[in-house]
């Protein structure tokens, strides 16, 4: 098993039990030295997709998975890292038992755009249901967005 850093919709544990069964939340935790950000706006979904880049002064809310490499495979498709959008990279995050070690995906297009409003209330939710601050939710709840109408 690896462990997997979750930022983006995969925080709730509920949506990832569904999307992959055999790989428990393990803890929570910060990513120190990275910030939530968006980009990939020119893929043409309803506006750009979440992704992390790295910025010293800033820190995203993480929920760590102990991933089965069966659940990876799944998790690799449902992040379309095998088409290359997404890609894999090591992160250290920071939890109450001390640093570990986890790998993340990390959009392969330029920071820049929108999310959707609805995109951004699914991350909202899911950093919600992962126990996320109250803070840092509302900092989400409150990030400029736009509506696509749906």
Known sequence: ????????SNMDPARMSERCPHSPLDTTGW???WRLTFGGEEHGWDGALPTIVQD????V???LYDVTREDER???EVEMASSGL??????RISTMS?????WAYVLDAYEGGLPSALNLGVLADAAEAA?????YVTALRTRPCRSTGL
């Open 131 to 135: 126990d996320a601050p109250s803070d």
């Open 1 to 8: 098993m690896t462990l997997y850093a979750a930022y983006g």
């Open 61 to 63: 809310f993480v929920a």
């Open 98 to 102: 001390g640093e570990r070690v986890a």
């Open 74 to 76: 799944v998790l690799d």
């Open 86 to 91: 997404y890609r894999k990279t090591k992160v």
């Open 56 to 59: 010293p002064f800033e820190q």
């Open 31 to 33: 990513l120190n030295g």
